[in-house]
């Protein structure tokens, strides 16, 4: 691989390196009573919002529905997330290092896995939030449940919910195509035509 | 007075053709039966009054004025030009709504020499100042009965201080910041024959001239946090001193008071203090003074003044009791103190926003008098004296008068300025509010107002730059504004346009209480700064439980403290038991609410107190002493959420000496009936 290869490769884990300067996704509530509106930020290993207090306020609201409150104890993901980040930083560093191609399709590969996982996981907590509901609620609404929106728009009774992913995420994207345009731009282009024509001198 | 009286009908016929116009109730006025509107559209109705007051629905006011409460010892808080009522700010009443002076964390406020007063009458609202200019920090108010200044934080809209002043009596002319907060100043009223221990001496009345005496008090402030302390006391003769207002640019050393009963009178005021044709404006030079102070020439005497502060960390006030006093002479201070002559009686000083004009409002004077200050300089460097009063050189009349604005109106009280060279005065009798020019010292207009006016206020209209666009008079009478509402009725205040030429009356409104005087400010020198709710990790209150798993109920004696948390939409804990008849319960609840807006109230059945409302991130405590056996509710006041009726809990009393142990708790998990959820399909 060439030096700027390698570069990219460097940046790639490097850019990782953004899910613990911004949170990863953002859900906006807002509702008639909250016109200043409540957002919620999932950080790769914290939970948080746009003010103190937001968490506090998103579960009091969550209390009458029957949500269970939603605490940063309560997401084993939050404590072993950062070292599955660090984890790949630093093999991306190794990898970038080495500049072996192959290496760096597997880092590439391993780290869109861990993104889809990482996704896969979030989507199935909201589910389990807003399904699992309290039999004891006071606010009971037949039929319904509370999963916020994965990504994009949802209404959920007088709240509207927005959820986008936020520059966190970014990290991971700018690692994957990063590392991909590395593996992508370090290919043999020049060796390929070459090894066709041993190959037909062969024959 | 027959030209003034001549003046006022020509402006008639134009009042009356617009009020005609505004609301076609001319004709049903002469008729009046009693059922329809009242005397009448005010004259000078703007034709398009309603959509220049007009705030929409959502939209924030253009401005903050704090009105005085007079005799119910609280600030009220209005937007303008809407004339809504956004708050009222306790400050030496105690207030149910909010249990202000209720709360074992706010009694300490209303503390004074004189025991617990849980009232005053608060006079003068004064914003504090930077180069000049308002700042937006904090207000300054004034306790006219029981001498006392104290000061509001205008990020929280909380009384924080509250300072005893002592030699004092009737703190009237009070309080008046220097143009950098470098000190409040607040001036005695009355005059009574001090002691020289802090206290008032058992003197006949006899010896009113010569034993009593006034004073001038010199607050200090602090530049960051705005603690006052206070600095030294100038001893002034005995005479009333009823206004203050001080200098700007090249007067920026001066504040001047405007006194009365320089006759000395000790009975029957109203003609004993009308003798004299000319009472005195006393001028300061406040910065001469410190100095005097801070070189020692200041003596000491004991003293006994309650200082009360509010901590925002514990939510709590404590009072402190200082026990001297430094005081300074005039007869010893030369340079320090002049009077000037002014007509009978005066009531306010104004000065304009240059800094050059001292506008004298003489009440029972038919003119009224413009000093210049750089004349008074010229006077006190030529010596140009006309004797002295207890040391104090007075200088001549002719020496400091600009000039004296001919047949203004009757009853002159107050003054403000537009910033664009005019004035404009308060006439209490003629009720009426008159604009002049000061170039000229000419009446440019004039407009009845409804009905009295005492103050007015321009906002920023004592600073370098008013804010010359709207016009607030404070009118003492009321008679038909409103609806009628038995023999006591709403003070009023007017909104007048003063943009143009010509004054146009914008809204009525009514103010509560008596407003004595206001200060108003453009509302984005404080709105950002409003605090949302306080932190909860900065609550240092001693009995605070920042979660519910802090709850206690502990007895120590016949004492039971209880730590409870407020959260919507549950108390913790909701059951107490083990209390007895007797017991000494203090209830310290904590509001562990992060979000705007959302206080918990507290109130116990047949408590002798008030309830507590508690703003989140706050601890406050109620005093309850149970008299009866039996189970009490107690519950949230204020409307928090969906499930506020259901924020309650009860408290259970039993007899003296019972074996009931203390014991409390919040909810215990039950298993669902299976056929709840059943029934809901």
């Known amino acids: ?203 | 007075m027959e030209t003034l009286v001549n003046r006022f009908w020509k402006s008639a016929p134009k009042a009356a053709l617009l009020l005609s116009l505004a609301a076609g109730s001319a004709l049903q006025s002469c008729n009046k039966t009693g059922a329809g509107e009242g005397g009448g559209a005010a004259a000078g109705l703007d034709a398009d009054a309603a959509s220049k007051v007009y705030v929409a629905p959502g939209k924030h006011d253009e401005l903050y004025s704090f009105l005085s409460g007079g005799f119910n010892g609280q600030v009220s808080v209005y937007g303008i030009p809407s004339g809504r009522l956004l708050k009222i700010i306790p400050v030496f009443s105690q207030f149910p709504e909010n249990g202000y002076g209720y709360n074992e964390e706010t009694k300490a406020m209303l503390q004074t020499s004189h025991g617990f007063i849980p009232w005053d009458d608060l006079h003068h609202p004064k914003l504090s100042r930077k180069d000049g200019m308002t700042d937006g920090r904090w207000l300054f108010v004034n306790g006219n009965n029981t001498p006392r200044v104290a000061r509001v934080d205008l990020s929280t809209f909380e009384t924080v201080e509250i300072m005893e002043i002592p030699n004092s009596a009737g703190n009237h002319c009070s309080p008046y910041p220097t143009n950098n907060n470098e000190y409040v100043l607040a001036g005695t009223r009355f005059s009574v024959p001090l002691d020289m221990k802090g206290g008032t001496a058992d003197v006949s009345m006899e010896d009113y001239k010569d034993k009593f005496r006034g004073s001038i008090s010199f607050i200090k402030v602090d530049q960051e946090k705005g603690d006052m302390e206070l600095d030294f006391q100038v001893l002034v003769p005995g005479f009333d001193y009823d206004l203050a207002n001080g200098g700007k640019g090249p007067s920026n050393d001066w504040v001047f008071f405007t006194t009365y009963n320089t006759e000395k009178a000790g009975t029957l005021k109203e003609l004993g203090a009308s003798q004299n044709d000319r009472d005195y404006l006393a001028a300061i030079n406040w910065k001469l003074a410190a100095k005097y102070a801070a070189e020692g020439k200041a003596k000491e005497m004991p003293a006994n003044y309650y200082h009360n502060k509010l901590d925002h960390g514990t939510h709590s006030a404590k009072s402190t009791i200082k026990k001297k006093v430094r005081y300074l002479l005039p007869e010893d201070c030369p340079g320090m103190m002049y009077l000037l002559p002014a007509p009978k009686s005066p009531h306010g000083i104004d000065v304009d926003p240059t800094g050059e004009f001292m506008v004298v409002n003489g009440k029972l004077a038919s003119t009224l008098p413009v000093f210049s200050f750089s004349k008074m300089m010229k006077a006190i460097e030529n010596k140009q004296f006309d004797g002295e009063k207890n040391g104090i050189p007075v200088l001549k009349y002719e020496a400091v008068l600009q000039g004296e604005v001919k047949e203004p109106g009757l009853g002159p009280l107050h003054t403000e300025f537009d910033g664009k060279g005019n004035a404009y005065s308060t006439m209490f009798v003629s009720s009426e509010v008159v604009k002049w020019s000061l170039k000229d010292l000419q009446v440019k207009d004039r407009m009845p107002v409804y009905y009295s006016p005492g103050h007015l206020m321009i906002p920023g209209g004592d600073t370098r730059e008013p804010y010359g666009k709207y016009l607030v008079v404070m009118n003492k009478i009321t008679k038909d504004r409103f609806l009628p509402t038995g023999p006591e009725l709403m003070h009023s205040a007017q909104l007048i346009d003063i943009s143009g030429d010509k004054m146009k009356m914008l809204l009525d409104f009514p103010t509560v209480a008596e407003p004595h005087y206001a200060q108003g400010i453009k509302a984005d020198l404080i709105a950002p700064k409003s605090v949302k709710f306080f932190k909860l990790d900065e609550n240092s209150h001693p009995q605070a439980a920042k979660k519910e798993s802090d709850v206690s109920v502990t007895r120590k004696g016949n004492v039971v403290t209880v730590k409870m948390t407020a959260i919507r939409s549950h108390l913790t804990p909701d059951n107490i038991e083990g209390i007895q008849v007797g017991d000494t319960v203090n209830f310290h609840v904590t509001n562990l609410e992060q979000d705007w807006d959302v206080p918990h109230g507290f109130a116990v059945m047949g408590a002798n107190n008030a309830e507590t409302l508690i703003m989140p991130g706050a601890t406050q405590s109620l005093k309850w002493i149970p008299k009866k056996t039996g189970v009490y509710p107690f519950y949230c006041t204020d409307f928090c959420s969906a499930l506020h009726q259901e924020m309650q809990g009860y408290v259970r009393v039993s007899p003296k000496g019972s074996s009931v142990p203390i014991s409390f708790s919040t909810g215990k998990k039950k298993p669902v009936p299976p056929a709840a959820t059943a029934s809901l399909k």
């Not at chain 1, 009091?60 to 997330?81: D, Q, R, T, V």
């Not at chain 1, 399709?105 to 699992?132: A, H, N, P, Q, R």
């Open chain 1, 1 to 203: 691989m060439k030096v700027y290869q390698k570069v990219l490769m460097l940046l790639a884990a490097v850019s990782l390196g953004l899910l613990f300067l911004f949170p990863m996704w953002k859900i906006y509530l807002k509702a008639p009573q909250y016109p200043e509106g409540l957002e919620l930020h999932i950080w790769v290993n914290k939970l948080g919002g746009s003010s103190e207090g937001v968490l506090q306020n998103f579960n009091i609201l969550n209390h009458y529905i029957g949500m269970a409150p939603i605490h940063a104890e309560s997401f084993a993901e939050l404590k072993y997330m950062p070292y599955i980040v660090v984890f790949f930083m630093i093999t991306g560093v190794v990898v970038a290092l080495l500049g072996k191609r192959k290496l760096v399709l597997g880092w590439t590969l391993l780290l869109m896995v861990g993104g889809s996982v990482g996704i896969l996981d979030f989507y199935l907590w909201l589910v389990k939030f807003g399904t699992t509901l309290s039999p004891e609620a006071p606010i009971k609404v037949p039929g319904m449940t509370y999963i916020p929106p994965l990504l994009g728009h949802k209404t959920l009774l007088n709240f509207e919910a927005l959820s986008l992913p936020a520059w966190g995420s970014l990290g991971i994207a700018l690692g994957i195509l990063l590392a991909g345009l590395a593996f992508f731009l370090s290919r043999p282009a020049v060796q390929l035509p070459s090894v066709a024509r041993t190959k037909t001198t062969v024959s």
